[in-house]
């Protein structure tokens, strides 16, 4: 089963846009499954969780930490972890460059713009966004690199809504790469609004349960 659904992942996504199998709260069989399939890039919202798979499984596996970050979980993660959806702090930022030093690694990191209407999910103004970027402590943090951008949409039945607020965070992204060539990465798309995603220019998407099911609790 979750051979095929990412199989059928790779056949259906275009060859630039990466594929991440999201596999919180899933058993290391599930992600060994997903691994045999030739799936190499997982992510995970729970650092506690992430470093145990980390610790079980092959060690070519590039490993994501998606969900929101607290400070003093980073340091448990620092020797491994490949890249870093959720950072909408300079103070997050400042965290990882110190812990990346530790091991002597640049550690890649997502800035997350808040382009849903909910309050609930974290992230940065667009304004905010760009006076990180501009930010002359950026520029010694040499242990991260700022690679992109990730975003959320609302969750909501409604399309045209989904639609704007991609469409909104690419036309950002697009701004900024002019004068920042290091952004690459646009993370944004899930299960229900990848295609959605796809459409607006996503170069990233974050799949679970269409990918390993349904998860048993919400997280
Ligand atoms: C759980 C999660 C996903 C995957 O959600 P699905 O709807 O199961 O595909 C993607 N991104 C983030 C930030 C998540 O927390």
Known sequence: M?????????????????LVAVSKTKPISDLQ???????RIFGENKVQEMVEKYDALPKDIQWHMIGHLQRNKVKYMAHFVDLIH???????????NK?????????KCLLQASIADEDTKFGLAFD?????????VIADMKHISIVGLMGMATFT??????NSEFSS??????????????????????SGDYEIAIKNGSTMIR?????????????
Do not use: C, W
């Open 2 to 18: 979750i051979k095929e659904n990412i199989d059928n992942f790779k056949k259906k996504i275009p060859e630039n846009v990466t």
């Open 33 to 39: 499954e997903a691994y045999d399939a030739g799936q």
């Open 86 to 96: 959720g950072v909408d702090s300079l103070k997050t930022l400042d965290e990882i």
């Open 99 to 107: 812990q990346a030093a530790k091991h002597d690694r640049v550690i």
């Open 128 to 136: 905010e966004i760009r006076s990180i970027l501009e930010s002359k």
């Open 157 to 162: 039945e409604n399309e045209a809504q989904i």
């Open 169 to 190: 965070l690419k036309n950002f992204f697009d701004e900024l790469k002019k004068s920042n060539p290091t952004l690459q990465i646009l993370s944004m798309g899930m």
């Open 207 to 219: 799949v679970g349960s269409s990918i390993f099911g349904h998860r048993n609790y919400i997280v």
